[in-house]
């Protein structure tokens, strides 16, 4: 499961609406100050993710009492995003290759007279897997298999003073 800490902005019957930080790649790394992908990073604000939720407790299996301000955990299932993932970029990348590579085999053949034809059948091929790739995920999606989750709520953070 992979988790995200979010912070719980309005709370209505068994929903609530959560914000979550986009964070950057780049935002962690030692060299982000002499990195030009860092400074890019650093220049772009960072953006906001909300989403609507149900207020149960997937791992608790009851009712949170939640309040605005309470930060929480949320998840998606790892392997169904990792699939999706795999499927979305595999899907065309094939598609581009098998079909430049017959389009390349035919110009070497001579049957096609110009390359520019084995890039447009690239092209197409590309776009079927795209296709290919929609028509299949289309399946998936229906289920609630990549809805995150509401896992817990976080553990407050404590402080120490003298």
């Known amino acids: 499961m992979i988790e995200e800490m979010a912070v719980v902005t309005e709370v209505r019957d068994q929903k609530i609406l959560v914000k979550s930080e986009?964070?950057?790649?780049?935002?962690?790394?030692?060299?982000?100050?002499?990195?030009a992908s860092g400074q890019v990073a650093k220049a772009i604000p960072h953006r906001k993710l909300s989403l609507y939720l149900e207020n149960k407790g997937a791992a608790l299996d009851n009712t949170l009492a939640l309040n605005v301000g309470d930060k929480v955990i949320i998840g998606i299932v790892?392997?169904?995003l990792l699939q999706t993932a795999f499927q979305v970029y595999l899907w065309p990348l094939l598609g581009l290759i098998i079909f430049s590579g017959f389009g390349q085999y035919q110009v070497s053949q001579g049957v096609f007279s110009h390359e520019l034809i084995a890039l447009f059948l690239g092209v197409i091929g590309a776009g079927l897997g795209f296709i290919i790739a929609k028509t299949r995920l289309a399946k998936l999606t229906k289920t609630k298999s990549l809805a995150p989750q509401l896992l817990r709520k976080a553990c407050p953070t404590s402080s120490v003073t003298e």
């Open 22 to 35: 986009i964070k950057s790649a780049c935002s962690g790394c030692q060299q982000v100050d002499s990195c």
């Open 78 to 80: 790892e392997k169904e």
